[in-house]
């Protein structure tokens, strides 16, 4: 069955997600550029990410939506399992969102394009100025419920084991006075591990939970602290032992 299913990813899926990939971009940068930017940054990458996730045969479960506020915006944060987070995310979140990402994949062909012509917001750390401008953009954007998706691990994990969390996404949340929700996903390290780079796709059941919003309390270091260590704890109680980490302080 592992040949067979590898076989069917080489001759079949993989052509259909490239294809789908091109075509998903094409149609958020002409659809954003004729005034129908709320609707191409939602709708064509929750189908993309849906299709790609049902393109592997891949089940997925999700918990946990019906304890958001459609027209609240939120600071999504969500452990960093693998590559497939991102179309879990997509696919299934049922939330107008954007990323927070490095300037630098701003110059990537077609899909820089692409994340620009959605209002994703793009991180400069060169200077105060330069992540005052950031959070001005941001201000901007979370609104009307949209909402902020980030990976406060900052990048995959290696072991399938959760790191630690920064704290950059929790100040934004403070800065702007926004609930912060805390998103356990599971099974993607299984799927597509970070070691395992560009290679063949492990069948593994998925899942996205989505807990309870964390209301800001006060604004400062004690509740930009305090949102930190409840999102960790919280994502982590729902992760299976394996994928559990429990480090002496568990922020940076």
Request: charged share 20%; glycine share 8%.
């Given at each position: ?7 069917y ?7 259909l997600?490239?294809?789908s ?5 094409i149609?958020?940068?002409?659809g954003c550029?004729?005034?129908?930017a709320?609707v191409?940054s939602?709708?064509?990458?929750m ?13 997925v ?6 304890l ?5 915006s ?10 497939y ?15 927070m ?8 062909p077609?899909?820089?394009k692409?994340c ?12 105060p100025k ?11 954007v ?14 995959r ?5 959760m790191?630690?969390?920064?704290r ?8 702007l006075?926004l ?9 993607c ?14 069948w593994?059941p ?5 807990h309870a ?5 006060g604004?400062?270091p004690?509740n930009?602290q ?11 109680n729902?992760l ?13």
């Amino acid at each position: 069955m592992v040949i067979l299913y590898r076989l069917y990813q080489l001759f079949v899926a993989a052509p259909l997600v490239i294809l789908s990939t091109i075509i998903t971009c094409i149609t958020i940068i002409i659809g954003c550029a004729i005034g129908k930017a709320n609707v191409c940054s939602y709708y064509p990458t929750m189908i993309w990410g849906r299709f790609l996730c049902w393109i592997m045969f891949l089940p997925v479960k999700v918990e946990g939506r019906e304890l958001l506020d459609e027209k609240q915006s939120y600071v999504f944060v969500a452990n960093h399992q693998g590559a497939y987070d991102i179309f879990l995310v997509y696919g299934f979140l049922g939330r107008s969102f954007r990323w927070m990402m490095k300037k630098s994949l701003r110059k990537t062909p077609l899909i820089g394009k692409t994340c620009e012509s959605t209002g994703q917001i793009f991180v400069d750390k060169s200077g105060p100025k330069a992540i005052r401008k950031t959070y001005e953009q941001a201000r901007a954007v979370l609104k009307n419920g949209v909402s902020l998706v980030v990976f406060p691990e900052g990048a995959r994990t290696f072991d399938g084991r959760m790191t630690q969390f920064r704290r950059g996404a929790f100040q934004l949340a403070d800065e702007l006075g926004l609930p912060v929700v805390p998103v356990t996903i599971d099974g993607c390290f299984d799927v597509l591990p970070r070691q395992r780079g560009i290679n063949f796709v492990s069948w593994h059941p998925l899942r996205l939970i989505v807990h309870a919003p964390i209301a800001p309390e006060g604004q400062g270091p004690e509740n930009v602290q305090r949102t930190l260590e409840q999102s960790y704890e919280t994502i982590m109680n729902d992760l299976p032992e394996r994928h559990r980490n429990r480090p002496a302080a568990p922020h940076q």
